[in-house]
């Protein structure tokens, strides 16, 4: 069984939820079933996948999990365009955010690679 803690997508990608929690708590009230949740279910979905792949029994399973997160991931890039959009988030926080999904999404790439080996 592998240890999800020492992957550094799983830490960069907790790290992306804390911050993603933060500064979600400042949306508008009224996004709070709406994008706040999605967002948040979004990109915890990320470093939770991962855990998950890391508790099973082989390579298969654990990329059939990233291929999860990869999703996520994906799936949290345009809830945070669509915040910037909305201007819900700052350009600055966008483009930092942007930056470390894309950072996440490649090296879930370069891992699934390792894994089909």
């Known amino acids: 069984m592998r240890d999800f803690k020492k992957y550094d997508i799983w830490q960069l990608s907790h ?5 993603v ?3 979600t708590s400042g949306f508008p009230k009224e996004e709070l079933f709406g994008l706040t949740s ?3 279910r979004a ?3 990320i470093p ?3 855990s998950e792949g890391c508790g099973r029994n ?9 291929n999860i997160a990869l999703g996520s991931a994906s799936e949290t890039e345009y809830l945070l365009t669509l915040s910037k959009d ?3 988030i700052e350009l600055n926080n966008f483009e930092t955010f942007n930056s ?3 950072l996440i999404k490649s090296k879930i790439n370069k891992l699934k690679l390792v894994l089909t080996k």
């Open 43 to 45: 990109v915890s979905s």
């Open 86 to 88: 909305l201007n819900y």
């Open 21 to 23: 929690y933060k500064i």
């Open 48 to 50: 939770t996948n991962i």
């Open 58 to 66: 082989s390579d298969k399973e654990f990329n059939q999990f990233l």
């Open 15 to 19: 790290e992306l939820t804390l911050e």
């Open 100 to 102: 470390k999904i894309n």
């Open 38 to 40: 999605q967002i948040r």
